[in-house]
């Protein structure tokens, strides 16, 4: 790097090298951000990303790292995040840290509160939030409680909360994965508006559609070392520059996103009929209105809805009820209704339901991947009521083999574990029930290309083995890769069904956003 490009730098990182016990999580990296730029950090999940950022802003502090921090051409040492912030660096990490119950203002001055005499000067408080949200185009109260605000309100809540700390760097870790297109854009939008007002930003996100159209340069990290660094503003167009920044993720070029697999497809597993949830809080909203589906052995089946559409509300109420109020309809397993009113009862039917929010629902990410592989069919390990360790042990040891999970010992904490292999534990702990229908909720939602790519292949794998497979995706490439046929939702009403041979995006968009008044009709040519 020339003289003057070290002067253009605001950020420097040289010979990174970061090591936990048994594993080297960076090794050697060097990151390099112009001043006023968005660069763009991608790579697997379990590359190194969010560890350099950790390192960036003090999480990882001084000494517990080898290599150094050049920050406006000046050595820099964080020992907390505090002494990152007061330079002006400041990261938003995927996990939103807001506190629900406080107002929108005070969760913005949490830590960074405004006081005279020591004591909280509440006017001055409201007063700059009201700016600060009118800065990130977010019209609300700023006394609103911020458990009342959607996701995407949140986010920008996150990024008032860090211009109150006059950020010059501001890292975004995730910032679109749990958003909607709407959401994502007018996010997308804000980070570009900040660069333009001389904000610099770090991006790290798996959507590479939204890299190539944001970011200014791109570091591809693999395996905890520095691939190389691209920049987006060349000639070259997103079609060229997405299969180069893939190629440097995962090793390999990948012309082909989603495996190829034979189908045979056998005799009717599952059938919904007639399936009718409300709301459990908001009485009157009727949230799954008279939904029917079948799905046959060997067979994936798509769901595909538009945010809100009923998708997660129908997969969890037809699992053991574990959503909603008033459930009517029918559910047959092999031909024969069966009830399921609870977990248990959808379990002992050869139903699992692997959920959307893995971190939340689907891990206990505080213990091991062996009692998280076992939790749902702890029975099987413990049959007279104690559990039998070394076969728990054994269990987990097959399951990390064959599912390729990423882990020195079936020992490790879940929660340390990245995106990818976090959700590989999910799916071994539902597999070990032995399921004969299996619903997959947004099964790749937060993890990179390469370990969709495993994903996909595992599907794949259990519908060869007679699995029959639901797959819940807000992403209609993906559905149209991996599914024989899709089930769209609109309302909460089964708006069309189509084989997979026939479907293209636009013909799905159009029955995902079919009024109420016109389904009936939906998908019958």
């Known amino acids: 790097m020339s003289e003057q490009d070290n002067d253009d730098c605001i950020l420097q990182m040289r010979s990174i090298t970061k090591r936990f016990p048994g594993v080297v999580a960076l090794d050697d990296v060097t990151l390099n951000v ?19 950022m950790k390192v960036l802003s003090g999480v990882h502090p001084t000494g517990s790292y080898e290599g150094e921090i050049i920050l406006d051409g000046e050595p820099v040492s964080f020992s907390s995040i505090n002494d990152s912030e007061a330079r002006g660096v400041v990261i938003i990490h995927q996990e939103l840290a807001l ?34 949200l009118q800065k990130v185009g977010l019209r609300e109260n700023p006394v609103t409680p911020v458990g009342a605000l959607g996701v995407g309100k949140q986010q920008l809540v996150e990024i008032a909360k860090a211009l109150s700390k006059n950020v010059r760097l501001l890292i975004l870790d995730e910032p679109t994965a749990a958003l909607n297109d709407d959401d994502s854009e007018h996010l997308l939008g804000l980070i570009r508006g900040l ?5 610099t930003c770090i991006i790290i996100s798996h959507k590479l559609g939204e890299i190539a159209s944001i970011a200014d340069s791109t570091t591809v990290i693999r395996d905890g070392a520095t691939i190389e660094t691209i920049d987006m503003r060349s000639s070259a167009g997103p079609h060229e520059l997405i299969p180069r920044i893939i190629k440097g993720m995962v090793g390999r070029d990948m012309d082909n996103m989603y495996p190829e697999r034979s189908v045979e497809i056998g005799e009717e597993v599952i059938r919904i009929e007639d399936w009718n949830v409300w709301h459990p809080t908001q009485p009157g909203r009727k949230v799954v209105d008279g939904a029917s589906l079948n799905v046959r052995a060997g067979e994936v089946v798509g769901i595909a809805g538009l945010m809100g559409a009923g998708r997660t509300e129908l997969a969890m109420s037809v699992f053991g009820q574990s959503y909603g109020r008033d459930i009517s309809g029918k559910v047959f397993i092999h031909g024969t209704e069966v ?10 039917h050869g139903l699992a339901y692997v959920s959307e929010d893995r971190k939340r629902y689907g891990l206990n990410l505080i213990e091991d991947v062996r009692r998280n592989i076992t939790s749902a069919a ?6 007279h009521g104690w559990i039998n360790g070394n076969e728990e042990i054994a269990v987990a040891q097959r399951y990390r083999d064959s599912m390729n999970i990423k882990t020195p010992t079936v020992l490790s904490t879940v929660g340390k574990l990245s995106g990818g292999n976090q959700q590989k534990v999910v799916l071994s702990k539902w597999l070990y029930t032995e399921p004969e229908v299996l619903i997959l909720d947004e099964p790749t939602r937060g993890i990179d290309v390469g370990a969709k790519y495993e994903i996909y292949s595992i599907i794949n794998k259990l519908a060869a083995s007679g699995k029959a497979i639901i797959v819940i995706s807000s992403e209609l490439p993906e559905v149209m890769g991996i599914c024989d ?5 609109s309302e909460g009403r089964i708006s069309g069904e189509v084989r997979v041979q026939d479907a293209t995006s636009e013909h799905l968009m159009e029955l995902m956003t079919a009024e109420s008044s016109a389904m009936n009709t939906a998908g019958k040519d």
């Open 195 to 199: 660069r333009d007002e001389g904000v």
């Open 99 to 132: 506190v629900p119950h406080l107002s929108v203002a005070e969760n913005i001055f949490l830590g960074n509160e405004r006081t005279r005499a020591g004591i909280i000067n509440w006017h001055e408080v409201n007063s700059e939030a009201a700016q600060l």
């Open 34 to 52: 112009r001043r006023g730029e968005i660069h763009a950090v991608c790579g697997e999940n379990g590359a190194g990303k969010s560890t350099l």
């Open 485 to 489: 046929r899709i089930y769209a939702l």
């Open 378 to 383: 702890l029975r099987k390990v413990a049959p």
């Open 339 to 348: 009830k399921l009113k609870h977990v248990s009862d959808a379990i002992r």
